[in-house]
């Protein structure tokens, strides 16, 4: 049974509409913190952090609203990647933690996303369980006026963060000689990248740093990698790091100006870690990896699962095969020796490492031949289209014409108001051809 709040990736749309109001986050909070209460610990914690968004001054303040009044205790961290966040959740030792984001999405979408005491997100089980909390009545939920819960900015959630980040490296890791072009999306990284970066004595050139509210994810960061290519022709960087709204996603680019998406940054590790006897069990990619990724992993004995598109997916298959590494080509990336979630920050510092005795980013970052791919996004009023019987046939006979060739997946995206139409072959006449296809069904 499909959720009634929660997506792919947590609960998200446009601010103040539908599910993104303050009534809505007030009932966000107080549900989930009722269900995350009384985990035999002397004091009930929430860890609230958040993007760079205007909205989040509106959202924030009914989510904390709604945990202390269900009796939780509120630390807000401001602005912090969202693997930040779900490791301070854990560090701190806390029930729960929330980062108010919309990812990859545009300023006017806002949502959230939930980390239980783990530091993981939460499983379809659990949302579930909660949804069914929403949609209870308040009154029994509420706590006793004697027992609400209290609320603590703390300022050093960056600082935090980043002396956990260097801890997974040896103490005389550096970058210096290295020249890096940076994109940190006008989001969540804004601060802690560049910091981190130049501490390591890494020359940074920094986009994308001056957030106003409105510019995050706007021709900038991992959805536009465009930027961080003529930056990198321009400054004659090494390399150039490319992060979302939130930073859980990152695309890189090559000396050269090549975009290097995330099955590249994936194969690359793959290859690094059995090397170093780091990789256990293989990699967990998603239906949206590349043929080519696949095929470079079986010739490197590597094992290689495919699960439901979402990094959340991908970590509950690493989880139940015990894998360590795994991800999407989106740039989703999950360090699982390192992390319970994407971090872009966390991967860059992966990549680094290696290019740190000299080695050239497009001698250790091409590591593949793709399988020639092309995803459409196609904006819709109604993701349902897809159950229609027009398109059911349009996407059965892409498929037959396919055949043996290739690959196609059609799918509603779980974070916007898109369907996404992806088909790999050789042939790139029959791509265009089976996309053309299934697009004219659905328009």
Not at 379 to 390: G, P, S, W
Not at 408 to 427: F, H, Q
């Amino acid at each position: 049974m499909k959720n009634k709040y929660f997506g792919t990736d947590g609960i998200r749309g446009t601010v103040n509409q539908g599910n993104i109001t303050g009534e809505k986050f007030f009932k966000f909070g107080l549900a989930s913190g009722n269900y995350f209460k009384n985990q035999k610990k002397t004091k009930q914690i929430a860890v609230i952090a958040k993007d760079t968004r205007l909205s989040g001054y509106t959202l924030e303040p009914a989510l904390v609203s709604g945990l202390v009044s269900g009796g939780m205790h509120v630390f807000t961290l401001g602005p912090l990647p969202t693997n930040g966040l779900a490791m301070l959740t854990k560090s701190m030792k806390a029930n729960m933690g929330i980062m108010i984001t919309a990812s990859h999405n545009p300023y006017y979408d806002n949502g959230l996303k939930l980390f239980g005491p783990d530091g993981m997100k939460l499983s379809d089980k659990i949302e579930k369980k909660i949804e069914r909390l929403i949609d209870a009545k308040n009154t029994k939920q509420l706590s006793n006026p004697k027992f609400l819960g209290r609320v603590k900015r703390l300022e050093d959630g960056n600082d935090k963060y980043i002396k956990i980040l260097k801890k997974n490296f040896p103490s005389n890791f550096n970058l210096k000689g290295i020249k890096i072009v940076l994109d940190c999306a006008n989001g969540a990284s804004y601060k802690a990248a560049p910091n981190l970066l130049k501490d390591l004595g890494a020359k940074v050139i920094s986009i994308g740093v001056n957030p106003n509210g409105f510019n995050i994810n706007e021709k900038c960061g991992s959805t536009y990698p465009s930027k961080i290519k003529s930056a990198v022709k321009k400054f004659n960087a090494h390399i150039g790091i490319s992060f979302d709204g939130d930073a859980d996603r990152i695309i890189m680019c090559d000396e050269k100006g090549k975009i290097i998406d995330g099955d590249q940054i994936i194969a690359m590790l793959a290859k690094r870690w059995k090397k170093k006897s780091i990789l256990k069990g293989g990699v967990v990619g998603t239906q949206m990896s590349n043929y080519g990724l696949e095929k470079f992993l079986y010739k490197e004995k590597i094992k290689f699962l495919r699960s439901k598109v979402g990094d959340r997916y991908v970590k509950e298959m690493m989880k139940k095969f015990n894998f360590n590494l795994g991800g999407e080509q989106s740039g989703h990336i999950i360090l699982g020796k390192f992390a319970t979630t994407g971090d872009g920050l966390l991967v860059a510092l992966e990549v680094l490492f290696s290019l740190r005795k000299g080695k050239k980013a497009s001698q250790i970052l091409n590591v593949f031949s793709p399988l020639p791919q092309i995803l459409k996004n196609i904006t819709v009023k109604d993701k349902n289209i897809l159950d229609r019987l027009k398109c059911k046939r349009a996407i059965k006979k892409a498929k037959k014409i396919m055949s043996i060739n290739g690959r196609i997946l059609v799918r509603k995206s779980g974070t916007e108001p898109k369907i996404r139409i992806m088909a790999e072959s050789y042939d790139k006449g029959l791509i265009l051809k089976c996309i053309k296809l299934i697009k004219k069904s659905i328009k």
